[in-house]
């Protein structure tokens, strides 16, 4: 093979501002194949996704190949993912654009290239010798991008020899004339689709060319700042920069986070809100203080609740006045796609429609769809695509739709959109890592592993568990000492390092419980079976062996890969009946005593320590065992035993990260729940000082105790309330690596530990 | 930004196993006994050699059997980007142990007591595995030079892709951006490492494919050169060709 080669060269400003030459070499190469199936050129063809092309277009009769510009991908992403559009061909160009531009669109554009069945061809333009041009003195890289793809397109359409042509669907005017004056076909993607009659790709369509004939009305927000201003604004201090959170209750208010504010920015007002969605990063200016104002406590849902104009007026003065500002740009946009439902329409075959979101921060939004007769009792999902100034409403279009609202499966889907849950099956690559599903401990397995399956282990979890990751086992030494065991399940012997099953797991980062469905974080034959510690089966675990004293305390430990076959899965109340029962006598039965008993001194080692017993009240659904459909909530019992198992997983935890931290100083994987900041208490030290509770927040056991007192007789909720409002306040906790702290950073506020990690329940998180 | 894209492409268009562009030029100067020019993409670098000669310096020292190995690694004030400060520093001092220590596996210094060799490199723009096109155009100037050798000494580097691929000769951008790079130097005919140096930490389980990579690259190197080598003799040398192109000029 020959290759010629060529240089990039390019200018670039450096940190510290010195403009340096940097050249590249680019090697231009004779060994890229079109993608074609039909062509008999090309030798180095390996992969041929394009066939022959079989879709009728009204509009465009011959065979053919698209050929997609960069904008048109990031536009029109969600209609390039309806699987009619297939035999795409993407140039390296506008992958590269469309990389450089908006990474989800990348994303989304790379999982349908990966989907063989779409027949999406990558054609690396740029290295190949009849496609690569040299850049021209002075042209914008825009202009030199349009006419990469040109020659491109020309080349293919030369290049298959007229057998299949290549349509070039580009939605920019100016470009679009000129490919036509070189002789290429091209069309723009709306107009194409149009040929194609097919109802719900052109509900795909994003809603651009629509909002000409609003262009004529008055304009309603006040223009966005361009960047370079907005750029300059921040650097002067002029501006500040912050996110965005809109308020749950009022459409015409939120709030900014400005990094380095004590308090957050508010925002009030159609026109101060400007147009940001709930998270996106906004510029936003100060107003004078004289027009500080305070939240306005009203539920606002839409422009109908506000028929009187005067209510803004009939609000009395707030007394309290916060840091009011404006928003000026809108420098990140977050958008995503949302699910809701469409408004009902009074006006019968009407083509425009709003959209209602689920989630309440976000904006109705206006969409264009002739399948309102199809859609109006169904959850869909829409995508916005602008916010023109004249529009009251941002403007999307529809993508798909999950199903009936009020269905069981729908609804989930929705939660678990809305959430960002990935629940799609486990990939075929996923699954491949998997063991045989006879899998069973072999004699290599065993290399390395201390044997404990003569002990007495048992586990204890809630009733209909399936993914039992811990064991364990308590039984007295000659020494008048008690040699404890906690026993994980050793996930690790499954899910090796950097394989698919790996980085699968570690996308979902933590397994789902929905309402009579999981959404597993590994495979079901791992989670509910081969990594499952059942009883009476032999599960390879990572264990944690400790000699304790009667008063608790440690004083020998092991930590070692084992092997073990647990006596007996109980539930809570089968263990609780057993401790309780004092006819029973066998190990089990002593084990589990003792470990209660120990459970019980290390419980108030922790309170007394200052760990923290906030109420998140865990509910339990009563399901119907043939329609399962949910038939009651009720809050879950605690028992001893719940207290027991937790506290026995807390000691693992937290002797397993001094463990690790001493022998992985640098890099251990620690968790740490910071102190949270006295600002975030003020609203429920308000709160509790108008029913006359005094809180002190000074430090974890002040916060405790007082809580502790804050009780009364008359309503034997108001703690637990009280217990779940403090929980709102703390701050989240964290993983990191012990290197990156020092050690007095690394305490879990919340359970009082110096030190803590996340040992156990690894088959779930 | 990805090394290999998933095309197999390298940023500069080559595949993971492909060497870049080599050029070269013996016989440069006239005031050397023996100089080269070489070209590994944009890495350029020209060697002197001096000798063997009468040693110099530290006569007292010299040994009496063998003969003495003088390097010198610099880089050109303009060999990047950003203007160097001076052409040796820290850095160069390291790089010219190693060529010495590179170079004196191969040299039959037993050959030439009582004297020296000297051999000078310099990067004239360099762009990524300036050490390995160093002790190639060394070894070029040797041969220029008619010194003795056992056999070549060909060095080449190695990086890997997405913790999987292993690359090639790698350019200045992917020493910067990639994991850690291998950089040896073999003697090509006996299999022989006379040089081996990582960057940094490398996994042991890359180690074997990173190091194998860079040795076939070597072995690819060396066939390139000796047929360079062979032509440039043939035209110069061969009895043929006396008296015909240059030298009638």
Redesign the interface.
Known sequence: MTMKVTSKTFIRKTKRGNILKIVREHYLRDDIGCGSKICKKCKHNNEKPLVKHQSINTDFPDKHYLLVDTNVVLHQIDALEDDTLKNVIILQTVLEEVKHLSHSVYKRLMDIIGNYSRSFYVFVNVYHKDTYVERVRGESPNDYNDRMIRVAALWYNKHLDDKIKVLLLSSDEASKAKAINEGIPTMSLEQYVSGLNNVTLTDKLSNRSCMVEETSKEPIFPPHLTPAIIHQGIKSGKLMQGTFFASTDNFLEGNVFVEGQEKNILLQGREHLNRAINGDIVAIEMLPESQWSAPANLVLADYDDLDLENSWDTVEKPKEKYPTGKVVGIIRKKWRQYCGIIQHSLVENATRHLFVPADKKIPKIRIETRQYDKLKDQRVIVAIDTWPRTSRYPLGHFVRSLGKIGEREAENEVILLEHDVPHSKFSDEVLGCLPKETWTISAADLVGRKDFRDLDICSVDPPGCTDIDDALHCMPLENGNFQVGVHIADVTHFVKPGTAIDIEASQRATTVYLTGRRIDMVPGLLSSNLCSLRGGEERLAFSCVWEMTPNAEIVNSCYTKSVIKSKAAMTYDQAQLIIDDQNQDNSIALGLRQLNKFAKILKKRRIDAGALVLASPEIRFLVDSETRDPLDVEVKQLKETNSMVEEFMLLANVEVAKKIYSDFPEFAVLRRHPKPPPSNFESLIKAAAHLGVELNVDSSRDLANSLDKAVKLDNPFFNTMLRILATRCMLQAVYFASGTKTFDEFLHYGLAAPIYTHFTSPIRR | MDLL???G?R????RSGEL??IRCKMGVFNQPDGSAYLEQ??TKVVAAIYGPHEIRTNRSKAPNDCAVINCQYSMATFSR??RKRRPRDNKSAELTLHLKQAMATAIKTDLYPKSQIDIFVQVLQS?GGNYSVCVNAATLALIDAGIAMEEFVISCTSSLAN?ETPLVDI?H?EETMGGPSVTVAILPISGKIAMLETSQRIHINHLEPVLSEAVRGCRYIYEILNKIIKKHYEEIGGALNWGTEEYNI
């Open positions: 894209s998933r095309q492409l940023t500069d268009g080559r870049r562009r993409g944009n980007s950003e762009d913790g350019s951008l």
